[in-house]
Nanobody
Framework: QVQLVESGGGLVQAGGSLRLSCAAS????????MGWYRQAPGKQRELVAS?????STNYADSVKGRFIISRDNTKVHLQMNSLKAEDTAVYYC??????????WGQGTQVTVSS
C-alpha cells in the first residue's frame, strides 16, 4: 500500500500561481507513475498531469503550457501558473503501481477567483 499526503492548495486570484506537493510513503518501491487528477463540482475526475519513473510526462490539453509536473524521489509536485477560474477543483495526488494498483491522496482544494 502507498499512502499519499498532499499540500499546497488554497485560494488564488486568476492569473496567479500555486504549487501542489504530494509525499508518498509505504510501498514506494512499487510506484511507477505519479500524477494529479482533479474533480470540479458536478464533473468527473480528470487527469491533469502525470510523470513516470523515467520522467515521461503527460498533460491534459487544458493545462499544457501553464502547469508543470515534477518528481523528486518519493514526492511529486505540480506548479500551476496562469490559473483560471475553470481550474477550480479538488486536486488529488495519484500513484500507479508496477503491479496495477492505484492509490489516492485525500484531495486538496484549489479555488481560483475571477
Amino acid at each position: 500500500q502507498v499512502q499519499l499526503v498532499e499540500s499546497g492548495g488554497g485560494l488564488v486570484q486568476a492569473g496567479g500561481s500555486l504549487r501542489l506537493s504530494c509525499a508518498a510513503s509505504g510501498s514506494i518501491f512499487s510506484i511507477n507513475s505519479m500524477g494529479w487528477y482533479r474533480q470540479a463540482p458536478g464533473k468527473q475526475r480528470e487527469l491533469v498531469a502525470s510523470i513516470t519513473s523515467v520522467g515521461s510526462t503527460n498533460y491534459a490539453d487544458s493545462v499544457k503550457g501553464r502547469f508543470i509536473i515534477s518528481r523528486d524521489n518519493t514526492k511529486v509536485h505540480l506548479q500551476m501558473n496562469s490559473l483560471k477560474a475553470e481550474d477550480t477543483a479538488v486536486y488529488y495526488c495519484n500513484t500507479q503501481s508496477r503491479y496495477g494498483g492505484w492509490s489516492w491522496g485525500q484531495g486538496t482544494q484549489v479555488t481560483v477567483s475571477s
